[in-house]
């Protein structure tokens, strides 16, 4: 069955300093791989998405992820990151079902501090 | 931009009492789930929804659970006896292209069972 593993259930970085946040996989075939972000009291907002193609791929806020398929992961990098990240991040997997659409597996999350 | 939308976003009940949460999926969007948040966990797959019937449900979606697309937009969730275990946040998502799968969450209702 499919899974996803966040390991890192808190991490507190300095504003400015850069971040990654870890996410390995779990699924039999080419997994569609995401990263959303909730901030307190909010949904889900997606911050970017793989598909296929290039591994490295943008998001807003000036997040990035880079799918590497030999270690099954998926992490998400800031360069320089801004008190207004402070959220929780989800690694999701999307998995196909035997009817229509594709229910995601959620990680646990990564809840992300900011220090001014 | 377009949004789901999720109503009311709180709903606190007595255990034992149905409740119904409410959906405006994307208009154009066509296939539908919802997914559910207990605090302080992951978020967890109930059901999904295509073509006016359930495509795929969890362990979780038992029978106390319901869906239903009673007109063009709205996509609601039915809890016909709540428990105290069912208090969560439940999100509601839509998403139009079953190849890309890029799913737009709602806020999400917090339900409270007293």
């Known amino acids: 069955a499919q899974s996803v593993t966040q390991p890192d259930i808190h991490i507190t970085v300095s504003e400015g300093a850069s971040l990654e946040l870890r996410c390995n996989y779990s699924?039999?075939?080419?997994?569609?791989l995401f990263w959303y972000v909730q901030s307190p009291g909010q949904g889900l907002q997606l911050l970017l998405k793989?598909?296929?193609?290039?591994?490295l791929v943008q998001g807003i806020k000036g997040f990035e992820a880079e799918f590497k398929r030999s270690q099954s992961s998926f992490n998400l990098r800031k360069p320089s990151v801004h008190w207004s990240d402070a959220a929780e991040y989800f690694c999701?997997?999307?998995?196909?079902?035997?009817?229509?659409?594709?229910?995601?597996?959620f990680g646990t999350g990564t809840q992300l501090k900011v220090e001014l | 931009e377009p949004e789901v939308t999720q109503t009311p976003s709180h709903q606190v009940t007595q255990m034992g009492q149905e409740v119904i949460l409410r959906c405006v999926p994307i208009s154009n969007h066509l296939y539908f789930y919802w997914y559910r948040q207990i605090l302080g966990q992951k978020v967890e797959f109930l059901v999904s929804?295509?073509?006016?019937?359930?495509?795929?449900k969890s362990e979780i979606f038992d029978d106390q659970f319901s869906v239903e697309r009673p007109d063009g937009s709205n996509f609601t969730l039915k809890i016909r006896s709540t428990k105290l275990e069912d208090s969560a946040m439940y999100f509601c998502?839509?998403?139009?292209?079953?190849?890309?799968?890029?799913?737009?969450f709602g806020a999400g209702t917090r339900l409270s069972v007293l």
């Open positions: 929804f295509y073509n006016n019937e359930i495509s795929e």
């Open positions: 793989y598909f296929s193609g290039d591994t």
């Open positions: 999701a997997v999307a998995t196909g079902g035997t009817g229509g659409g594709n229910k995601l597996t």
């Open positions: 699924y039999g075939a080419t997994p569609y």
């Open positions: 998502a839509s998403h139009m292209d079953k190849a890309k799968n890029i799913q737009y």
